[in-house]
């Protein structure tokens, strides 16, 4: 079965440094990754997502996401955090065969201080 | 686009009742599926449905039951409530495997 680790609760970053969510997932064959955002009291909103190609995918509000084969790694990364970044981070796996089961991490709480 | 709606936004129950959460999407999406989330535990799937009248089970299906009579609704029935299934419930949907899932606004039960 799919699964994802995230293997950091919180995340603090000042505002304005990079901001790096780490991910790694196990599935059989070829994954479909994805990253979603929580704002507090909403539902979970699409960032992006790597299904085949170019290992570096680009998404909503400047973030960008490399996927890592080797590594089984898809880390979540933006150049330079705002203020309105904060909010929770689910990496999530779904397999290319049989059931369509998304599986997601435990989440990331992402702290950018002022 | 509505996208995926759900009903209610908040309830609480007895221990021992019964209701159904309602969870519709627009987007004629094929797959369908529940999540509840707690603290600490991210996004747990407790069923899923590839189609009209196809389901099955997530991590966590015990105590909840599902069908899918049409392509636009997937409601979660709580047979008897129990506290343990306190929770936010999340109704998502995709078209598919591939395809990005689009979340509901949640549901936020309390069993008392």
């Known amino acids: 079965a799919q699964s994802v680790a995230q293997p950091e609760d919180q995340v603090n970053v000042a505002e304005g440094n990079p901001l790096t969510v780490k991910c790694t997932y196990s599935v059989s064959g070829n994954p479909y990754l994805f990253w979603y955002v929580q704002y507090p009291n909403r539902g979970l909103q699409f960032l992006l997502k790597?299904?085949?190609?170019?290992?570096l995918v680009k998404g909503s509000y400047g973030f960008e996401a490399e996927f890592n084969k080797s590594q089984t790694s898809f880390h979540l990364k933006k150049p330079s955090a705002l203020v309105s970044d904060s909010a929770l981070y689910f990496c999530a796996v779904r397999g290319p065969y049989g059931n369509n089961r998304l599986a997601f991490g435990k989440g990331n709480q992402v702290v950018v201080i002022p | 686009n509505a996208g995926v709606t759900q009903t209610p936004k908040f309830q609480v129950l007895k221990t021992g009742q019964s209701m159904t959460l309602q969870c519709a999407q627009d987007m004629n999406h094929e797959y369908m599926s529940w999540y509840r989330q707690d603290p600490g535990m991210g996004l747990r799937l407790i069923h899923y449905s590839v189609g009209a009248g196809i389901t099955d089970q997530g991590e966590v299906p015990n105590g909840y039951n599902v069908s899918r009579s049409t392509t636009e609704d997937f409601p979660l029935r709580l047979l008897s409530a129990a506290p343990s299934q306190t929770s936010v419930y999340f109704c998502?949907?995709?078209?598919?495997?591939?395809?990005?899932?689009?979340f509901g606004q949640g549901t936020r039960l309390t069993v008392v």
């Open positions: 790597y299904i085949t190609g170019d290992n």
């Open positions: 998502a949907s995709s078209q598919g495997v591939g395809a990005e899932a689009f």
